[in-house]
């Protein structure tokens, strides 16, 4: 797709709700690493590295749906990490450095589908501006 700009209110709810939930998991896993570890069967200091990335993703997931209009690359960088994130859930537990626990692996599941339908959202959002750009 050959588009400069994008924008749409369904993009930005969609980066909205990927914000807040990004956010929200960001604090919690940040601030609940150490009692959440052995309950997960993961790494409490794995946890807390990942709440701390996600708060910035999220502060940026808020910025760009703070925007009327905005270039696709942004979008699609979150889109890409996103996808990220599913793939690395994947490979923590099936062969991670841990062993999940199966609250763990309900968990990561659970964080990994979430994902998934953001970053589906996500570019189904980018191929809304896309359409609404051209029209």
Known sequence: MNVKNVSG???????LLDGVASGAMGVLMAA???PMGPLLGLEPALLRAAG????PFALLLGYLASRA?????PVWFVVAVNALWVVDSVLLMT???TAPTGLGMAF????????AL?????????????????A
């Open 108 to 115: 990561v599941t659970a964080q990994a589908l979430a994902v």
């Open 52 to 55: 701390l990335g996600l708060i």
């Open 69 to 73: 209009h905005l270039s696709a690359w």
């Open 95 to 97: 062969h991670g450095p």
């Open 32 to 34: 609940a690493a150490g």
């Open 118 to 134: 953001f970053a589906a959202l996500e570019y189904a959002g980018l191929r809304r501006g896309a359409t609404a750009a051209m």
């Open 9 to 15: 209110t369904f993009l930005r709810r969609a980066l």
